[in-house]
T-cell receptor, first 115, second 117 residues
Framework: AQTVTQSQPEMSVQEAETVTLSCTYD???????LFWYKQPPSRQMILVIR??????QNATENRFSVNFQKAAKSFSLKISDSQLGDTAMYFC????????????FGKGTRLHILP | DAGVIQSPRHEVTEMGQEVTLRCKPI?????LFWYRQTMMRGLELLIY????????DSGMPEDRFSAKMPNASFSTLKIQPSEPRDSAVYFC???????????????FGPGTRLTVL
């Protein structure tokens, strides 16, 4: 079975610091996609960043970047210059078409940015 | 586009009552997903539809839960009778299948916070 594991249930960092959220996954597929979703206190789920498994280059979106290690099945999210608005639950997620047409989510990491 | 629309945003009901949650997916999307989120279990996939047809309902907790998608623009999740342990946030999400070479992003609605007293 394909799984997504987030080993850090909760983290806290000071504003302006850099923080890295961990995610590992298990699959026998070669073609898949990975995502990080953000869920702020408003509850709205927002896609932060995505990565195609066939791409070696790590995805970046402004202050958000990933460290994708395909061999290690690791997909960590780095937030640089963290801001108070980054306080949220972060979910790592995985999909492997055509085998799966639904996304598999991790349990989430609750991130607190402290002033 | 207005995004995925869910109603109501909040629902408070008493144990034993019927509860109906509603979802309007993004126009043109062919997949619709219902999730439940609790502190204990995190985000759980309950059921999902493709072109209005239920594909996988293995996540539905028990027979008290049912979901329908009568057309491409509307879906309901019904709980009858409701119990306090059903209290959670229920999310609807939709996506457009773009093929195996695409990431097929899911777009989430704002959720319905259900409280069963």
């Amino acid at each position: 079975a394909q799984t997504v594991t987030q080993s850090q249930p909760e983290m806290s960092v000071q504003e302006a610091e850099t923080v890295t959220l961990s995610c590992t996954y298990d699959t026998s597929e070669n073609n898949y996609y990975l995502f990080w979703y953000k869920q702020p206190p408003s509850r709205q789920m927002i896609l932060v960043i995505r990565q195609e498994a066939y791409k070696q280059q790590n995805a970046t979106e402004n202050r958000f970047s990933v460290n994708f290690q395909k061999a290690a099945k690791s997909f960590s999210l780095k937030i640089s210059d963290s801001q108070l608005g980054d306080t949220a639950m972060y979910f790592c997620a995985f999909i492997s078409p055509p085998r799966d047409d639904k996304i598999i989510f991790g349990k989430g990491t609750r991130l607190h940015i402290l002033p | 586009d207005a995004g995925v629309i869910q109603s109501p945003r909040h629902e408070v009901t008493e144990m034993g009552q019927e509860v109906t949650l509603r979802c309007k997916p993004i126009s043109g999307h062919d997949y619709l997903f219902w999730y439940r989120q609790t502190m204990m279990r995190g985000l759980e996939l309950l059921i999902y539809f493709n072109n209005n047809v239920p594909i996988d309902d293995s996540g539905m907790p028990e027979d008290r839960f049912s979901a329908k998608m009568p057309n491409a623009s509307f879906s309901t999740l019904k709980i009858q009778p409701s119990e306090p342990r059903d209290s959670a946030v229920y999310f609807c999400a939709s996506s457009l299948w773009r093929g195996v070479d695409s990431y097929n992003e899911q777009f989430f609605g704002p959720g319905t916070r259900l409280t069963v007293l």
